[in-house]
């Protein structure tokens, strides 16, 4: 099945570094009662990734927050130290953006929205898309059609839409 407007999201166990360490983030509970965007991603430090995805979404944070968004969230198939950095890196954590990863994939394929990508060396890799969330359920999803490519998943585009 893949995850699309009216569906609950699934349950995974993602990973953030914590005051402590790598720590567990079960998604359907962290979004509970709550109204985010949530966008995935092939991976941390790619190409469109880092140069128009991120930004996009740190440009109208701000906009999202005052259409009702309480958070933004940004998924990749990293692991949280890769994760931690690429935020740290893009200026996407200091900018508001969550950053959370999908080491072993569980979210990304629970989805449907997945891909393999051999030539870069990336499997089982979250197509790009984003979505609004409202207390787990998907009111919209913006999924793109070809691989490198930043339209309707972008930030600008997700806001147009509330």
Known sequence: MTLDVGDTI??????????DGPEAVSIRDYVAGRKVVMFAVPGAFTGTCSTIHVP?????RDDLGDKGIDEVICIAVNDPFVMKAWGDATGGAEGGITFLADPASEFSMATGRFSNFPPAGMLNR???FAMVVEDGKV?????????????????????ATL
């Open 10 to 19: 699934p349950d995974a166990q993602l990973l953030r570094i914590g005051s």
């Open 56 to 60: 996009s979404f740190m440009r109208v």
């Open 126 to 128: 979250a197509k790009r």
């Open 139 to 159: 009111v919209s999803m913006h999924a793109e059609d070809r691989p490198g490519v930043c339209d309707v998943s972008a930030g600008e585009s997700v806001l």
